[in-house]
């Protein structure tokens, strides 16, 4: 484990990083990332190359405090395995926590947990979840399995720079990490059965998830072509190719 942080922190401080924030949260995301609103209370950053948008996607999403929000009890809601349909192929899976522990982050306190088909089988999701200002802030990174080491060496410093916004916006209508995780996935319905495991059963009837979807992609191919026909622009007038 060590070793591979040693290697982490190697790969990572050769990437170029640009700060990100919205009304709730800040971080330095990777120079070749891009960030859009999605939903509301909900923000999605990816890739802009669009061959690595189905490898990985970063959530970061708020909520209001619920009564019995606190971090020992995220830790006790996010060690437990999850059941998921997959609207695909109708087949369930079982989700499971791999590591969980509490991590400091510029003096913000969260719970830090890894799972693996949590979301997506096949994709590991790494949850980081804390409570500021009566308001429980929730950010998943979801990755394709065998890309994982990869993009999390890439988006080390994406997490060590992560902070809560002193001011945050109008309450939101989900409430505790439970609604957060709830809508991961979005249109889902949960409950809890007796047991350590949370079934989740995911709706299909709704597609405007899809079309957010869609349509953030198409946000990051415009902002890539755009930045790189600038690029283009500027190398041909230093060359003196344009006046």
């Known amino acids: 484990m ?4 040693f290697f982490s922190l190697i790969f990572s401080t050769g990437i170029e990083a640009k700060p990100f924030a919205n009304n709730f949260v800040e971080m330095n995301i990777p120079d070749s990332w891009g960030c859009s609103p999605y939903m509301g209370n909900r923000w999605i950053c ?21 009564p019995l929000d606190s971090l020992p009890a995220f830790y006790g809601y996010l060690q437990k395995s999850v059941q998921v349909t997959d609207p695909r192929t109708k087949k369930q899976s079982v989700g499971k926590p791999i590591n969980l522990q509490y991590k400091e982050i510029l003096g913000q306190s969260w719970v830090d947990g890894q799972y693996l088909s ?8 790494r949850n980081l979840a804390t409570i500021k200002d009566g308001r429980v802030v929730l950010l998943s990174v979801t990755v394709d399995k065998p890309k994982y080491s990869m993009y999390m060496s890439e988006l080390y410093k994406t997490i060590e720079s992560l902070r809560i916004r002193m001011t945050l916006p109008a309450a939101p209508m989900e409430t505790g990490l439970k609604g957060l995780l709830g809508i991961q996935a979005p249109a889902v319905k949960k409950t809890e059965k007796p047991g350590s495991v949370v079934a989740i059963e995911v709706e299909t009837t709704s597609h405007a998830w899809l079309w957010a979807l869609i349509a953030a992609v198409l946000a990051f191919i415009l902002v890539f072509i755009i930045i790189k026909r600038r690029r283009k622009n500027a190398a041909a007038k230093k060359k003196g190719y344009l006046k």
Do not use: C, H, R
């Open 118 to 125: 949590t979301v997506l089988p096949n994709y590991l999701t």
């Open 46 to 66: 990816q890739p802009m190359d669009p061959a690595k948008v189905k490898d990985v996607i970063i959530e970061a999403s708020f909520a209001n405090q619920g």
């Open 2 to 5: 060590i070793i591979l942080l």
